[in-house]
């Protein structure tokens, strides 16, 4: 007997996703397990939305930070997701990927981090420990 995958999200839709936590793009898949953050291990699961606007395709990537790792220690390179959990709604085809819209929506409480947002901070650190 063997088992049939199917993948239902592209690799491109991987490399437009970042992490809300820790704004890194590289995600690591364990099987049986689940998707994770590779720098923060937040947890992603993807949903096929219902409503797609006439677009290719529409996808709801969801985190939930309750296997996020060290949190209270590196603080200022991770923002932790309100109530544990956050959610993107990603339209578009590969290579055209737009934000639709973030749930809870970013404001005063949560801004999610931005792709990429802390990759100077830890580059200083390196540095400043090599000193």
């Not at 937040?42 to 939930?64: I, K």
């Not at 934000?99 to 650190?125: I, N, Q, Y």
């Amino acid at each position: 007997m063997t088992l049939e995958v199917h993948d239902r999200h592209s690799e491109a839709l991987f490399e437009f996703l970042w992490c809300p936590v820790c704004g890194q793009e590289v995600f690591t898949h364990i099987p049986f397990e689940g998707v994770f953050s590779k720098n923060s291990n937040t947890q992603v699961e993807l949903q096929e939305s219902r409503e797609t606007r006439g677009y290719e395709e529409a996808v709801l990537a969801c985190f939930d930070s309750t296997t996020t790792w060290n949190l209270h220690v590196d603080e200022k390179l991770r923002r932790d997701l309100p109530d544990g959990s956050a959610r993107v709604k990603i339209l578009g085809a590969s290579g055209a990927y737009e934000v639709d819209w973030w749930s809870p929506e970013p404001g005063e409480d949560w801004e999610p981090v931005e792709r990429g947002e802390f990759d100077d901070v830890e580059e200083s650190d390196e540095v400043a420990h090599l000193a």
